[in-house]
T-cell receptor, first 113, second 113 residues
C-alpha cells in the first residue's frame, strides 16, 4: 500500500515566521513530488513540484526532497495570514504505467497576525 | 485556455438516483484524473486516463462508478444508485504527461440526501 504521511496539525505560526511542513512517503519508486495549497471549500492549487534531491526555491516557498530518507518538506518564509490553508503533499510516478498521484491527508496551517 | 473545468459545481440528489459529472481538461493535456475528497481527508484516487485509455482504476472503487473519456478530450464520471456515503467533492485534474504537474478543476460537490 503506497502511502504519503503528513502531520495533520494544526500548525500555528506568527506572521513573518517560517512555516515548516513535512511529508514522508512509503514507496521508493516515487519519482515526483508536489505541494498543493487548499483553502476551505476550494480545490487544491499547485504551488511547488520537485523531482530531484535537494532544494527548489520559488519566491517565499522552498521545497526539499531527500529520496534516501523518503522525506519531502515545504518551507514558507515570511508567512502571511493569507497562507493559512491546508497543505497537501502528493507523490507520483510509481513504476510501470502507473501515474496517479497519492496524497497525504494534509497539514492545516494557521498564520496569526 | 482557462484551466480545468468541471460541471456542475454542485449537485444534490436523492439516494438511489444516478448522477453524471463532466470534466474538460487543459487542452494540451493528455492525462486526466478523477479524485474524491471528503472533509478532513486528502484527495482519494479514483481513476485516470491517458488520452482515451483508462489506465488505472482504484481497487476500492465500487462497480457503481464508471468513467469515460471517449475522444481523449473531456471525461464523464457516472455514479449509479447513489448512496449517502457517496457525498463528497469530486475533483478532476489533468497533466501533460506522466510525472508532470497536475492541475485541478474547481470540483463538483455532491450531496446525497
Amino acid at each position: 500500500q503506497k502511502e504519503v504521511e503528513q502531520n495533520s496539525g494544526p500548525l500555528s505560526v506568527p506572521e513573518g515566521a517560517i512555516a515548516s511542513l513535512n511529508c514522508t512517503y512509503s514507496d521508493r519508486g516515487s519519482q515526483s513530488f508536489f505541494w498543493y495549497r487548499q483553502y476551505s471549500g476550494k480545490s487544491p492549487e499547485l504551488i511547488m513540484s520537485i523531482y530531484s534531491n535537494g532544494d527548489k526555491e520559488d519566491g517565499r516557498f522552498t521545497a526539499q526532497l531527500n529520496k534516501a530518507s523518503q522525506y519531502v518538506s515545504l518551507l514558507i518564509r515570511d508567512s502571511q495570514p493569507s497562507d493559512s490553508a491546508t497543505y497537501l503533499c502528493a507523490g507520483g510516478g510509481y513504476g510501470g504505467s502507473q501515474g496517479n498521484l497519492i496524497f497525504g491527508k494534509g497539514t492545516k496551517l494557521s498564520v496569526k497576525p | 485556455d482557462t484551466g480545468v473545468s468541471q460541471d456542475p459545481r454542485h449537485k444534490i440528489t436523492k439516494r438511489g438516483q444516478n448522477v453524471t459529472f463532466r470534466c474538460d481538461p487543459i487542452s494540451e493535456h493528455n492525462r486526466l484524473y478523477w479524485y474524491r475528497q471528503t472533509l478532513g481527508q486528502g484527495p482519494e484516487f479514483l481513476t485516470y486516463f491517458q488520452n482515451e485509455a483508462q489506465l488505472e482504476k482504484s481497487r476500492l472503487l465500487s462497480d457503481r462508478f464508471s468513467a469515460e473519456r471517449p475522444k481523449g478530450s473531456f471525461s464523464t464520471l457516472e455514479i449509479q444508485r447513489t448512496e449517502q456515503g457517496d457525498s463528497a467533492m469530486y475533483l478532476c485534474a489533468s497533466s501533460f504527461q506522466k510525472n508532470t504537474e497536475a492541475f485541478f478543476g474547481q470540483g463538483t460537490r455532491l450531496t446525497v440526501v
